[in-house]
């Protein structure tokens, strides 16, 4: 995400953290590296020092994404948005070695017949795991295909037994100042926090993820839990998380409260609405190199036959 100067936080800016040069330097040097393929050369030694990733039993789910070629592991594990551990893409990766993702628990709460404390063995044991390839587009006009590992969100939600008052879900990720550095900036509101109407999360194409490339989720990428909805720009996709809430009214997102004319709730991917500061019409494929020409972007990421008629009726450039 780029951060325009959020007036509630006093002017911190990532800019401010690291001065201004050496910001820009590193992160026109990373994204270069990252374009050309370089990335994993390019990147200090902080990537190497997360733990082993342990195998995850699963199967391929070919319904999705079969025909897709994933990015390269190097690129979906060293070019990352998690805030908690930096505002530069290398950060997540350099910044996360100390972070515990086990033991975890996730609370469930709000209008739902089952809640309570959820060990992350609880949490998955009645799913089977499966991996599908989905394209990912960023809000930052990048993109990469990335094969997770994980389960339909809606067969967890409905575990819970949602009531009718519930018509949205929010989810909060993990607040940990001592393992998570980035925390003590306050370029967003922490923790972080996220939210889709309860027909999008039950929507077959949204799942959780524990996995990567067959693997637990490395620390950058979100572990041990994170939300993927494919459909949507990748911010949605709210990462180690902690809480799920059933709601009836819209929970607030992390970065629609920082900045709500750039970052709505809904966060379709859409080439026809810009952003306000650039067009999302194309994108940059991460891994094609520096001189390949941008991609059209695909209406909802071009998951449009699945989730299109959730939004039937809808301005999509006011629902942004
Ligand atoms: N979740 C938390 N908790 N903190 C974050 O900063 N960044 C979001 C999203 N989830 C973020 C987060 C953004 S902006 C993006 S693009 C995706 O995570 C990036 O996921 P990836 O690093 O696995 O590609």
Known sequence: MLIKRPEYLGGVKPSDIISESVYENRRTFLKAAVAAGLVGSALPAGAAQAPAQADLKYTKNKAFGADLKPNRYEEVTSYNNYYEFGTDKSDPAQNSGKFKPQPWTVKVSGEAEVTGDFSYEDILKPHPLEERIYRMRCVEAWSMVIPWVGFPLGDLLKRFKPTSKAKYVAFTTVNRPSEMPGLRYPVLEWPYVEGLRIDEAMNPLAIMAVGVFGKTLPNQNGAPIRLVTPWKYGFK????????????????????????????FYANVNPEVDHPRWSQAREQVIGNGLFAARQPTLMFNGYADQVASLYAGMDLRKNY
Do not use: C, D, H
């Open 237 to 264: 996709g709210i990462k180690s998380i902690v809480e799920i809430r059933f709601t009836e009214k819209q929970p607030p997102t992390s970065w629609n409260r920082s900045q709500a004319r750039e970052y709505g």
